[in-house]
């Protein structure tokens, strides 16, 4: 298995910085080589990705999150890969991201790219581009604020997104949760505070 280990720091506070991270099916925004991702559920996604002109579907699955802190999936089956990204506050409104990957090079040309380095040039450059993608924004695009235990997701009930930080404006309005009371049982597909969940 090759390992990548990069960081960069965002300036940006540190929930903004990981609410942005979980909406997965915004990754091809900044990440090189991911085509598109479709949230299959609340701790799996599928990824269509091109790199060095092969083309791969496959699914991953969250297997660790834990708010503000650390997300860590695993892929379920070929390409196989693995990963942890953590997030550490800097300051009021700068925050450190932290990606460790480990991945299994599948043909020659992945091998000879792990051998010289160019898969850890490649993460930082989504780095790059992430910083530049959440910098240029007032907020980020959703948030998923629930917890994943050993692939499950803890707190769930009834299909509604329960609000764990009840500062956290779900809408994105800038108003206050306690504004409007019944903001915190939105539906996460209306709230638009949740995972985006296609053919939901």
Do not use: C
């Not at 998923?144 to 009930?157: F, H, L, Q, T, Y």
């Amino acid at each position: 298995m090759a390992t990548v280990q990069e960081s960069i720091a965002v300036n940006v506070p540190l929930s903004q910085a990981y609410n942005q991270w979980t909406q997965f099916e915004d990754f091809p925004q900044f990440m090189s080589g991911v085509d598109s991702v479709q949230q299959l559920d609340d701790t799996t996604v599928h990824f269509q990705t091109s790199v060095g002109g092969v083309k791969r579907d496959y699914d991953a699955r969250i297997t660790s999150q834990d708010p503000d802190r650390q997300v860590s999936w695993e892929s379920l089956d070929s390409p196989r890969n693995a990963g942890t990204v953590r997030f550490a506050e800097l300051g009021p409104a700068e925050t450190r991201v932290d990606v460790e990957l480990s991945w299994e090079p599948g043909t020659a040309t992945e091998k000879i790219g792990a051998a010289v380095g160019l898969d850890s040039r490649q993460v930082g450059a989504d780095l790059q581009r992430f910083k530049k993608f959440i910098e240029g924004r007032d907020f980020e695009t959703g948030a998923w604020r629930e917890r994943v235990n050993s692939g499950d997701a803890d707190g769930r009930v009834g299909g509604l997104t329960p609000v764990t930080d009840p500062e956290y404006d779900v809408l994105g309005t800038g108003a206050p949760l306690d504004a409007d009371p019944d903001l915190a049982t939105e539906p996460a597909s209306e709230a638009g505070g949740g995972r985006r969940i296609s053919d939901r």
